[in-house]
């Protein structure tokens, strides 16, 4: 089957309408499967109830996409779930500026909590590279590693030896090239902005965090794309490149951004998917419970399957779905869609887990 080369990118801009307020997290060994938790809606249940829902699920990896006082006091005591926060895109111009305005925001933000919240990483902005405050994102990422470095945080959870991990969520939004995986490369901008992060990144082999949607270019061109390829329903061979073979979308696009980090020079760094998922309604018959149930069940098996990408083949996904909730006060459409569970009852939408 022919699949067209551009739709990629289409993909690649539709992501840019993903609100810049997501959620994503960081994932064990036991499960390498975490949940986003946003905030944008006016009927979500109390945190308390949302952490024994997770508890329920034995979800150990849960992204936030700031520093929520509430939620980070419910998840007091619940040291097994590791907590993926962020530093707000709004925030990131003032802390820029100096080091002492990120300690201030670490004092703030991260120490009260660090006695019994397990927290595992840092997103400096999310979506932020490529775009006009991009240039923020790198000195606030140093700022904060010199900080946990220099005062080895966090230093008051006991039997845990892992510093805190700090890195940056970006979009598909950066590739230019995306197809076939082996032509990936990256936009002017994403070179300027994202290049310097991925290198500084690869220094301490930390992860860089990525939010991946098969959704978007499907949705793009649904006529031309099978369904089967954008939502891991098939093994049939869909893209060739060289000796790598390919049945779905989310290894093609992943990959090209594995290339095209590799034509900057950084190899091997780690990449964690901070999210993907698929909307349960908002767009006719391509966003129904029954799809986004086949998705998001394929993508858990991907990644449990332990069996990484074509080019990755030894290098077992790390994954966050977006996300728990439908948010009510997202932008109107497949934005409010994208949750595994019903705010108002807790029930989920699909069967999944
Ligand atoms: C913190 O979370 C990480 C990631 O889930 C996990 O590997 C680690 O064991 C947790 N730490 C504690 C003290 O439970
Ligand atoms: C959606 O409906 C159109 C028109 O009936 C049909 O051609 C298409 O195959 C349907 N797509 C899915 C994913 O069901
Ligand atoms: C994956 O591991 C196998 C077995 O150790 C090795 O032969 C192969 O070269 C590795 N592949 C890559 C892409 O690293």
């Known amino acids: 089957m022919d699949y067209p ?16 307020y997501n959620s994503g997290g960081f994932v064990d060994a036991a499960t390498n499967i975490g949940l986003n ?4 809606g006016d009927n979500l249940p109390p945190p308390s109830e949302v952490i024994n829902l997770y508890k329920s699920l034995s979800i150990t990896n849960i992204r936030i996409f700031d520093t929520n006082t509430d939620v980070l006091n419910a998840f007091r005591g619940n040291r097994d779930i590791g907590l993926m926060v962020g530093v707000k895109n709004q925030d990131l111009e003032a ?5 002492e305005a990120v300690n201030t925001w670490i004092v703030t933000n991260i120490e009260p909590y660090l006695a019994d919240v397990n927290i595992t990483f840092i997103t400096v902005g999310n979506e932020i590279i490529p775009g006009k405050i991009g240039s923020y994102v790198l000195p606030v990422m140093k700022s904060l590693t010199n900080i946990v470095k220099s005062r080895n945080l966090p230093i008051l959870i006991k039997s ?8 940056t969520t970006v979009a598909m939004t950066n590739l230019g090239q995306s197809y076939p995986p082996s032509a990936g490369d990256f936009t002017p901008q994403a070179r300027e902005q994202l290049t310097p992060v991925l290198k500084f990144l690869s220094q301490t082999s930390t992860p860089i965090l990525v939010n991946i949607y098969p959704y978007f270019a499907y949705a793009a061109d649904s006529v031309n794309i099978h369904l089967d390829y954008a939502t891991f329903n098939t093994d049939a061979v869909v893209v060739q490149d060289g000796p790598l073979s390919y049945s779905n979308m989310f290894d093609v696009i992943f990959d090209a951004f594995v290339w095209a980090m590799e034509k900057e020079g950084v190899k091997d760094l780690p990449m964690v998917v901070t999210e993907t998922g698929w ?7 391509l966003t129904t419970p029954d799809i986004a149930s086949i998705y998001n069940g394929n993508f858990v098996k991907h990644v449990e399957s332990g069996k990484g990408t074509p080019k990755r083949p030894n290098n077992s ?8 909730f439908n948010e009510n006060q997202k932008p109107a459409g497949t934005e409010q869609n994208f949750g595994l569970y019903y705010p108002t009852d807790m029930k989920p939408i699909y069967k999944l887990f």
């Open 5 to 20: 080369k551009n739709s990629l990118l289409l993909m690649l801009l539709c992501t840019a309408f993903l609100s810049n």
């Open 37 to 40: 938790y946003g905030l944008l």
């Open 95 to 99: 802390l820029s500026v100096s080091e």
């Open 160 to 167: 845990r030896n892992l510093p805190i991990l700090i890195s």
């Open 279 to 285: 909307p349960s309604a908002g767009n006719g018959n």
């Open 317 to 324: 996904i790390h994954g966050f779905l977006f996300a728990t």
